[in-house]
């Protein structure tokens, strides 16, 4: 069974080192190797020059070692000599102004010339490799997105986005209803009168801009899906994924991952704690270990948007893109990668095998060191290969659902009104109070099946469609609601019966008005369901109902109806941490508060234990295992370090 691989660059080093690469990865338990996936200009040096000798060799040397193989699809770096022929590739950003070629993602994906060469090159690569018996996974391109590249605004990119909206509305009269034109005597009279939302004297009509993040979305997944309908007739046979990242919420991953076999992504902890809004005392706590949800948020939530999901980029040491890059705590590395599996994770992969002594990232660390020496992280690679065999395949159902909706944060980004709301913290900030009880969770799109929970978090959904309706209305489970939750209809404006729109039906209530907040505003909430305070956004409700919470000046905070809870103001840690913790006493749900930065989840026949704080932290009385029973670690971890037993 594959559980850990590598990121592997052969084009970088001499051929003569490859043979005792493959040899060292095999020896350390590897099986997976990703490799190909910014190598056009290797594999195509000119037009129509295919060079395929050196991806043959190495492709052939690490399947003697019986390590599969995962290829990448060059697309993430067109050559320059393709980018001389057709200027009409790169992408145009906000200002107005061309991203040019000397980096990497320098590509529109509007641009019909780019589609057209990057199913070219798919083709010829599927058509070499695809019934190589050691490629067993294709990787389509690399990170669709990063370095804000989802959002272009070539003339490429205008065309293509006239062309969606005509599909969508048919008629320009309907496009100017759902978008209010007639405010602003924005009016249009033909699709191809519509410019792209950038570049006007203010702010563009939301719906207009709603619209552009909804067709950029669309756009990534027909360029994954170009390639993925390739690869498949080559390879039918071998899973196709693509590698998401952390933190990045600019397409629906929902919509793409059912375009893929196995979602992957890119998990780089300490990065992105150094890159996050934190406040330094918490980046201090976590400083070399990552925020303790960081990971299994997007584990959590990449699970369920594909059959399978994998980390295919674990960070080894430090990095060389956050502002801050330190290094792990010992056995921080090997935590992440366990903590992969423990989530369902299909393989854990590390980035990469050996550090670059030139270019972009030469002072990001490998699992070696440039000088060919083993790092940290291939030593704490190395400490896994005897607990891996004893992993079964057994997955473990969690009672507990938070929903996440990209169209909401893409809302609330459009139009914040008030500068304490985010989307993405509000939801880690929920995801967070049920982690620390101890308690698995699973990220779920809205209108998935709900069923099968006990209870629900929705930490805002501002539009609720009707089979997001029919989710809540057919589950058992108690239901938490944060607000603006059925604040918009489907084009961002606001419904006719105003807020909660369709969830009126779970709690008889209506949302008359409502306010944000600056930071300084915090009124404090106290009660016998939570204790803490509200912050950046409060809603005046009117209804029949009595408050179950209210804040220190009697302005309602929570509602409570049947089995449907609804917050009319924003919640902070410390309230949404009381209010779950509750909740989940009343199911009898709740396992025990866990000491700082330690975190457990169920998974693979197993029950792991992970220490994300600085300090030793032992697993509370009631949730340990006798001590014979542990196959790693024990019931007083250190730093960094993980504990698993059987789960019984
Ligand atoms: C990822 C990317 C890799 C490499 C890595 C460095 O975002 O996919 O190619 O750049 O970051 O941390």
Known sequence: MTRLGVCYYPEHWDRSVWRDDAKRMADLGL??????????????PGPGQMAWDWLDESIGILADENLEIMLGTPTATPP?????????????????????????????????????????????????????????????????????????YSPMAAKAFRAWLETKYTDVHALNIAWGNIFWSQTYQAFDQIELPNLTTTEANPTHWLDFYRFSSDQVVRFHRQQADIIRQHAPLSKITHNAMGHFFDFDHFEFGRHVDVLTWDSYPLGFLSQSRSSDAHKHAYLRQGDPDFAGFHHDLYRSCAPAFAVIEQQPGPVNWAPDNPAPLPGMVGTWLMETLAHGGEFASVFRWRQAPFAQEQNHAGMLRPDDQPAAAFCEVAELKSILPQLTDAKAPASVALLFDYESLWMSEIQPQGTGWNYQDIAESWYRAVRRLGLDIDIVAPGAPLTDYQLVLVPSLFHVSDEASAAFEATDAQLLFGPRSGSKDVNGNIPPDLGPDKLRPLIPLTVARSESVPAFETPKVTGPTGTGAWHAWRDDVVTELAPILSDEHGRAVLFHHERTQMFAALPDDNLINSVVETLAEKLSLKSGSLPDGL??????????????????????????????????????????SFAMWVDQ
């Open 599 to 640: 975190r457990l989840r169920r998974g693979c026949g197993h029950r792991f234990a992970f220490n994300y704080s600085t300090k030793e932290q032992t697993i509370p009385t009631g949730l340990a295992p006798a001590d014979g029973l542990y196959k790693a670690g024990n019931a007083t971890l250190a730093p960094g």
């Open 80 to 152: 320059k000599w393709l980018i001389d022929k057709h200027d009409d590739i790169l992408a145009w950003d906000r200002d107005g102004r061309v991203r040019g070629f000397g980096s990497r993602r320098h590509y529109c994906f509007s641009s019909e010339t780019y589609q057209s060469h990057s199913q070219r090159i798919t083709d010829a690569m599927a058509n070499r490799y695809g019934a190589h018996p050691a490629v067993t996974m294709w990787q389509t391109d690399n990170e669709f997105g990063c370095h804000d590249t989802v959002r272009s």
């Open 31 to 44: 099986s997976l190797v990703r490799l190909g996936e910014f190598a056009w200009s290797l594999i195509e």
